[in-house]
């Protein structure tokens, strides 16, 4: 049987349960808690003190968001070298596309700050993915199959 691979993953790494794998699935669920707790409490306080942030009160969701996604996606494709940074792209060129079709779509609101907020995320995303992958030792967990 011929081995499938494409520029996310391949058939090796959906088949291995390692402890990158695992960590990016625990980091999901950070970046998702931390995302909720900005929207219910960072988010109203900032509005209600009137309190300039340089807009990540307002780009809280998509800074956060976008971590979720890729970290999300990382732990269930286990993307492996560079496949990573190619979903990494795809996933936030995606989000900024999809802001930039706001105005054309019913009830969508085109903002600059989700931009930054969602290329803020990525950055971030990328830089602790390419720490982990250095000095965070992998190792094999689980492997399905043969």
Known sequence: MKKTSNIFTDEQALKTIDFHRV????????????????RQVYRPY????????????????????????????????NSPGKKAINLILFLAGGYVLYEILQPYLPKGVFDWLDIYGTLLGGILSLIIILFIRKFIPNKVLFQFGS
């Open 23 to 38: 960590l990016y699935m625990l980091l999901a669920v950070v970046f998702f808690l931390i995302t909720e707790i900005g």
């Open 46 to 77: 900032i509005y209600s003190n009137d309190i300039a942030d340089f807009g990540l009160a307002d780009s809280i969701g998509n800074l956060g968001g976008i971590a979720v996604q890729i970290f999300f996606s990382l732990a269930i494709l």
